[in-house]
């Protein structure tokens, strides 16, 4: 039977490119993000597409933000009832606009689907200070 040599990876090999890749990544994101800021949005197929990232990824911050004006105008009862209801339900409708968005970024007309469900409150300035 003929034995198979396997040449092995040293650990700082694996550790080297581990550190490369990160920094490489943390330097596109910076990028991205600079170029994101510059840019003024246009109405167009990127713009749809990242209106759709956006209420994917933030549709979340509902819950927190439902529960807070719950907090703020009602009860704490209707808060953890209401409040959780509330922004589940907003969170689910959202994140389906979101999909929706991104499967659809290609075809006119390139605003959001339903205006009501904008971009998420991803700041949250109120609920924390």
């Known amino acids: 039977m003929k034995k198979m040599f396997v040449k092995s990876i040293s650990f700082s090999y694996l550790f080297n490119m581990v550190k490369w890749l990160a920094s490489t990544l943390f330097l596109l994101t910076l990028t991205l993000g600079y170029a994101d800021i510059q840019a003024p949005p246009r109405p167009g197929p990127t713009y749809k597409f990242g209106l759709g990232v956006a209420k994917v990824?933030?549709?979340s911050v509902y819950v927190i933000d439902?529960?807070?004006?719950?907090?703020?105008y009602d009860s704490l009862t209707s808060a953890h009832t209401v409040g959780i209801a509330e922004g589940v339900?907003?969170?689910?409708?959202?994140?389906?606009?979101?999909?929706?968005?991104?499967?659809?970024?290609?075809?006119?007309?390139?605003g959001p689907i339903n205006?009501?469900?904008?971009?998420?409150?991803?700041d949250l300035k109120n609920n924390f200070y």
């Not at 439902?66 to 703020?72: A, G, P, T």
């Not at 205006?115 to 991803?122: D, F, K, L, M």
């Open 57 to 59: 990824a933030f549709s």
């Open 89 to 110: 339900s907003k969170t689910i409708f959202s994140t389906g606009y979101g999909l929706a968005e991104m499967a659809t970024f290609y075809k006119k007309p390139y």
């Open 66 to 72: 439902s529960i807070y004006d719950r907090v703020q």
């Open 115 to 122: 205006p009501r469900y904008g971009i998420p409150p991803a």
